[in-house]
Nanobody, 126 residues
């Protein structure tokens, strides 16, 4: 069974940076796409970024494009989300997701039919 362990959330000031990590373990997870969603209080969960199983392609929501960078260390089955120029609107619980399939729409592809991490809190103060 695939499991995801997230780390790296915290409190940062407006304009600061954080890096989230998501370590995946389990059968065939090296062939799974990985990504990030976030959910702020009272709002729906929304796609943030994803990276293909090769680590060669990444996709981003328009709201984070140019500020966030998704990457993957295939030797460690670990995905990263480098978040720069953070804004108070980025405050949310961030969830890692991994899936054997991808759901593509428009210019983004999201991991599908997989599992979710436990979530990590990111708070950006103004």
């Amino acid at each position: 069974q695939v499991q995801l362990v997230e780390s790296g959330g915290g409190l940062v000031h407006d304009g600061g940076s954080l890096r989230l990590s998501c370590a995946a373990s389990g059968p065939s997870v090296n062939l799974w796409a990985m990504g990030w969603f976030r959910q702020a209080p009272g709002l729906d969960r929304e796609f943030v970024a994803s990276v293909t199983y090769t680590g060669k392609h990444a996709y981003y929501a328009d709201s984070v494009k140019g500020r966030f960078t998704a990457s993957r260390d295939t030797s460690k089955n670990t995905a990263y989300l480098q978040m720069d120029s953070l804004k108070p609107d980025d405050t949310a619980t961030y969830f890692c997701v991994a899936g054997p399939n991808e759901d593509c729409s428009g210019y983004t592809c999201q991991p599908a039919d997989g599992v979710w991490g436990q979530g990590t809190q990111v708070t950006v103060s103004s």
